[in-house]
RNA sequence: GCGGGCGUCGCCAAGUGGUUAAGGCAGCGGCUUGUGGCGCCGCUAUUCGGGGGUUCGACUCCCCUCGCUCGCC
């Protein structure tokens, strides 16, 4: 009794979520997540550092973005160099030498993308590994050994993320066996340091996603994510899950949209409550000498930038922003410079962090509204952005 | 000076008598949503150094010419 008590009470004080404000008119609202590696501020972007680091950008960068927390993935951290190794330095946070929280992914996700699957059943999946062709077996409780073996502030329990398009019935099996593997993962699940967030999914579905956010929520976790969205499907069917699960999450946690990374989707899922997004578009999008410059995407190997010499986003801070001109990056990206791939990259996680910020600012300055579209001149929200 | 070889897109390069002249690089654009710096998709030579000729038909054969290149004197 007095034990639980006890880990009830650490639980709180390190998965404390609080709201701070919300907005009148729609679900938005702005809180703070606290982690054992200081706090999160909501609605934010979470950078993607699949194998522990975020690609071509240093931890000191990452801060001067005002990354707050960052994704690092259990699928890719096990093939190389293995959960040991990471263990062994110390956890993930020194092993990267990142301070502040980080979140790691299940890799459920990367069973079904990224290798060739073997064989999936209600036990777990067995796949070859993409880099060895090895046999490697994956079940909730691996997935979970593996997790808390990186230490990461949050762990996702491990999925299964039906590709799009798949048949209602695909979409349900995939469903139940989440569920039961997310009974599983908890059971499984024994740091009192991690938090362990569940994930919805249930494809295109209305009904379905209605049964997986009951099914999930009995759990009372200490946090919730959308899973099976930017699988392929339409970004309207986003915006429809979205829309339709929103009234349906509990206020006090927060509110994980998994794999979402562009304004628009964005400012829509904010509207819907949601507060935690990570994507690998910006950096991507970098890496292929694509740069976010207000709702547009600029291709920077486009001629049209050879002879520019104004900075990328003049009302952006970044480094790529403030110390370079078009022209220049231009001349990286067309001559496959590493120095281009990261400029892009820092200046599009800057964005995306930026435009957390400034729905934040609507949302406390009540001039958030559904379509919150700062780059338009009309909008209420413009002076945040 | 004599003899041989070669000239096809900015670069490399298929094609040696038959309908719309491969391909690669470069160029011009596009795609990218729980990450392979991977990659994918369009567009880009009405014309084969130039000029004549043979032929129903010529990048392909013949002649002249220009340019490059190798060998011999």
């Given at each position: 009794?007095?034990?639980?008590?006890?880990?009830?009470f650490?639980?709180?004080?390190?998965?404390?979520?609080?709201?701070?404000?919300?907005?009148?008119?729609?679900?938005?609202?702005?809180?703070?997540?606290?982690?054992?590696?200081?706090?999160?501020?909501?609605?934010?972007?979470?950078?993607?550092?699949?194998?522990?680091?975020?690609?071509?950008?240093?931890?000191?960068?990452?801060?001067?973005?005002?990354?707050?927390?960052?994704l690092?993935?259990?699928?890719?951290?096990?093939?190389?160099?293995?959960?040991?190794?990471?263990?062994?330095?110390?956890?993930?946070?020194?092993f990267?030498?990142?301070d502040?929280?980080?979140?790691?992914?299940?890799g459920?996700?990367?069973?079904?993308?990224?290798?060739?699957?073997?064989?999936?059943?209600?036990?777990?999946?067995?796949?070859?590994?993409p880099?060895?062709?090895?046999?490697?077996?994956?079940?909730?409780?691996?997935?979970?050994?593996i997790?808390m073996?990186?230490?990461?502030?949050?762990?996702m329990?491990?999925?299964?993320?039906?590709?799009?398009?798949?048949?209602?019935?695909?979409?349900?099996?995939?469903?139940?066996?989440t569920?039961?593997?997310?009974?599983?993962?908890i059971?499984?699940h024994?740091?009192?340091?991690?938090?362990?967030?569940?994930?919805?999914?249930?494809?295109?579905?209305?009904?379905?996603?209605?049964?997986?956010?009951?099914?999930?929520?009995?759990?009372?976790?200490?946090?919730?994510?959308?899973?099976?969205?930017s699988?392929?499907?339409?970004?309207?069917?986003?915006?429809?899950?979205?829309?339709?699960?929103?009234?349906?999450?509990?206020?006090?946690?927060?509110r994980?949209?998994?794999g979402?990374?562009?304004?628009?989707?964005?400012?829509?899922?904010?509207a819907?409550?949601?507060?935690?997004?990570?994507?690998?578009?910006?950096?991507?999008?970098?890496?292929?000498?694509?740069?976010?410059?207000?709702d547009?995407?600029?291709?920077?190997?486009?001629?049209?930038?050879?002879?520019?010499?104004?900075?990328?986003?003049?009302?952006?801070?970044?480094?790529?922003?403030?110390?370079?001109?078009?022209?220049?990056?231009?001349?990286?990206?067309?001559?496959?410079?590493?120095?281009?791939?990261?400029?892009?990259?820092?200046?599009?996680?800057?964005?995306?962090?930026?435009?957390?910020?400034?729905?934040?600012?609507?949302?406390?300055?009540?001039?958030?509204?559904?379509?919150?579209?700062?780059?338009?001149?009309?909008?209420?929200a413009?002076?945040?952005?």
């Amino acid at each position: 009794m007095l034990k639980s008590l006890w880990l009830f009470f650490i639980d709180l004080k390190m998965f404390d979520f609080q709201i701070h404000s919300e907005c009148s008119n729609t679900a938005a609202r702005v809180g703070s997540f606290s982690t054992p590696h200081g706090n999160l501020r909501t609605p934010q972007f979470m950078p993607v550092g699949t194998l522990g680091t975020v690609k071509g950008i240093t931890a000191t960068q990452l801060k001067e973005v005002n990354a707050q927390m960052i994704l690092a993935n259990t699928f890719h951290l096990h093939i190389q160099p293995g959960e040991e190794i990471v263990k062994n330095a110390g956890g993930l946070h020194h092993f990267m030498g990142w301070d502040q929280p980080i979140l790691t992914d299940s890799g459920g996700y990367q069973v079904f993308s990224l290798s060739k699957l073997n064989k999936i059943d209600d036990q777990g999946v067995s796949f070859k590994n993409p880099r060895d062709g090895r046999n490697i077996d994956l079940t909730p409780e691996k997935a979970m050994q593996i997790q808390m073996d990186l230490g990461a502030d949050v762990v996702m329990a491990f999925d299964q993320c039906p590709p799009y398009p798949s048949t209602e019935v695909e979409v349900e099996n995939a469903c139940k066996r989440t569920h039961h593997w997310l009974e599983r993962c908890i059971k499984a699940h024994s740091r009192q340091d991690q938090a362990i967030f569940g994930i919805i999914q249930g494809g295109c579905y209305p009904h379905l996603r209605e049964e997986s956010v009951r099914r999930v929520l009995s759990f009372d976790l200490p946090g919730v994510a959308i899973g099976g969205v930017s699988v392929g499907e339409p970004s309207s069917e986003i915006h429809k899950i979205v829309r339709h699960l929103g009234p349906f999450l509990p206020a006090k946690v927060p509110r994980y949209l998994m794999g979402i990374g562009t304004v628009r989707e964005m400012a829509i899922a904010v509207a819907n409550g949601i507060d935690l997004f990570d994507c690998v578009l910006p950096t991507r999008l970098g890496r292929h000498g694509t740069a976010l410059v207000r709702d547009e995407r600029w291709n920077l190997r486009n001629s049209c930038f050879k002879n520019d010499y104004q900075p990328l986003d003049t009302t952006c801070k970044c480094e790529a922003c403030l110390n370079h001109s078009r022209a220049y990056l231009h001349h990286l990206i067309r001559n496959d410079e590493l120095l281009g791939l990261t400029l892009l990259s820092l200046h599009n996680l800057s964005h995306l962090i930026r435009f957390s910020r400034a729905m934040t600012l609507a949302i406390e300055d009540r001039c958030f509204s559904e379509d919150f579209a700062p780059w338009q001149k009309d909008s209420i929200a413009r002076h945040t952005w």
